[in-house]
């Protein structure tokens, strides 16, 4: 399928220029038009991407999860500031699919990267809001194309960890990211969740409140990480303190030096191409399931076929059969 | 949708009696129908499966998981023996989704519960083999409920914890049991994996081993365990041997109480309420998936496709889309 095919709205040339400008109003245009619902919308923004697509790539993507109050702004400040300060343009993002429900949104707050947020070199974007993990997960997705292709060559997607959250910023990100407090049990918690596994780097933060308590929670996170991933794949385990910005460079050198060698062996793009791959199927995946649940034969039947299900009526084998066959 | 809807096949009176009746002869035939995947053995297996549902649903359904070694088996065997003891009939069975990659399968070995085989008040059956793990699972299910109709008032089903098989298990079990070794770090390679969160109870064998060892297993998984739920939603950690037989009784027991207190409160009931319409939209899930994939526009236009997004030539999400679209 040639991707021409697939441009069946215009292209906005003014809004594609401003974007390969660099232009902030075309930028925030661009994303707001990803963002919408609206089908006219959605077919403009499907022809904006394509254009865009072959200028993309070339950021360095960094994913972030953290549980609220970890300090994941107050570091992504520090960060991104010093960032800038070596001549990069940094973009933050963020994912939060409950956003729609707190009416809030993570880096919503106008407080937060205060700093940053007035650097001509940093975009911050909060969350889109409404709508699905994949949906959410998606237009953030985009949004990462569309700042790679307006010259952003650092790209850091936050997200606090609800429901799925983090295997989608992994699954968008060259190096995930997890930050954690110097707790007992917290270790447990991310073990727990699974992020543990995604996470090419660990982090310690609030390092100079407590640094015995720091130091034993390194020592503890070492120790899981060895048990759970035998020898070999070794993760950084760093401690620092973001309000002092204390240890941003030699997290950054870590995630250079990380991605340096990812480069090196062909892992880097091999890496980039199975998270398209992946993410295109999570899509279809949700988009059969929203079909499906959106099948007027099935909403008719379904309050029947649910009642049956749960009252032990009807086997749950024979429903799901029954409902796959009214659905086409 | 009332359930004589869907009788388009002809009840197989003879199987039905014969199951009803708890004939062995008839219970191996249905369940060797259910696990065909010829259409015509699924029309007759979906008929006969809603005629013996009213008659199932009055076994408890333990569902046990453990590494490859823990003693499952000889843990079951035990158990199983106990019970037919007590005068209940015991029906086990497995699912274990890689039985189709290495030509085996778990509780196919046949010296495996050999005094348990030969009992009559016992029904011992393999795992599926082949397919995805929704319809490895989806067959034991079903193997279940006929086992139900048949009389067996206790279900063990077993499996490795292959991908995601613990999570189906604990799905149509009415208590979720799982197996440890007293290894070190046993216990984070469970929380690792999720397992931890679906367990109503612990065990921990080959406590005659190294009763220290275990001693402190039991006292790790108990911290482990308070860390990660809090207070008072306590599960039950049990040591035993199951090559001594020991500690089976107090396991019975234990597992009866949580039962009994489940049922005073209404959970019982609840928890098998909600697990068949789990168990519906998940076979839904993969029916939609499988038939996306069999679409012959998507088989087509997929090389191209496929090829494009890995190529960063076309996004993801526009992908999603048109291969949505060519699929209807």
Redesign the interface.
């Known amino acids: ?3 021409q ?2 441009e069946v709205a215009e292209i906005d040339n003014a809004l594609l220029e401003g974007v390969l400008a660099g232009q902030r109003r075309a930028l925030a245009k661009t994303i707001t038009l990803l963002e919408s619902t609206r089908a006219d919308h959605r077919l403009r923004a ?1 022809a904006l ?2 254009a865009l ?2 200028h993309s ?1 070339r950021a360095v993507r960094v994913g972030m999860s953290g549980v609220p109050g970890v300090g994941k702004s107050t570091f992504i400040e520090a960060l991104g500031l010093f960032l800038i300060g070596k001549g990069h343009r940094v973009a933050v993002l963020a994912v939060d699919p409950s956003s729609s429900l707190n009416g809030g949104s993570i880096l919503g707050d106008k407080t937060r990267m205060e700093k940053l947020a007035c650097e001509d070199a940093a975009f911050i974007r909060p969350s889109p809001s409404g709508g699905t993990l994949g949906g959410v997960a ?1 237009r953030t ?2 949004a990462m ?1 569309v700042l790679e292709a307006a010259g952003f060559d650092i790209v850091i997607v936050e997200t606090v960890g609800v429901g799925q959250s983090e295997t989608a910023v992994a699954g968008m990100s060259d190096a995930f990211v997890l930050m954690q407090l110097p707790n ?2 917290d270790e ?2 991310a ?2 969740k ?1 992020i ?2 995604l996470a090419d780097l660990i982090v310690i933060n609030k390092e100079d409140l407590d640094p015995d308590a720091a130091m034993r929670a390194r020592a503890q996170m070492g120790s ?1 990480l060895s ?2 991933r035998g020898h070999g794949a070794e993760v950084p385990i760093l401690g620092l303190s973001a309000l002092r910005a204390e240890g941003v460079e030699a997290f950054w050198m870590a995630l250079e030096g990380l991605i340096a060698v990812r480069r090196e062996k062909g892992e880097f793009e091999a890496r ?2 199975q998270q ?2 992946a ?3 999570a ?3 949700e ?3 929203l ?2 649940q959106a099948s007027e034969p099935v909403r008719l ?1 379904l309050p ?3 009642a ?17 066959e009214i ?1 086409r």
Do not use: H, T, Y
Not at 308 to 324: D, F
């Open positions: 399928m040639p991707a095919d697939l499907r991407l394509n697509l072959p790539g998606s997705r985009e194309l007992a049990g447990l918690q073990i727990k699974g543990v596994e899981a048990l759970l980039r191409r398209a791959l993410w295109m199927w899509l279809v995946q988009g059969l399931q079909r499906f039947a029947e076929v649910l049956a299900v749960e009252g032990g009526k009807l086997p749950a084998s024979v429903a799901a059969v029954r409902l796959l659905s």
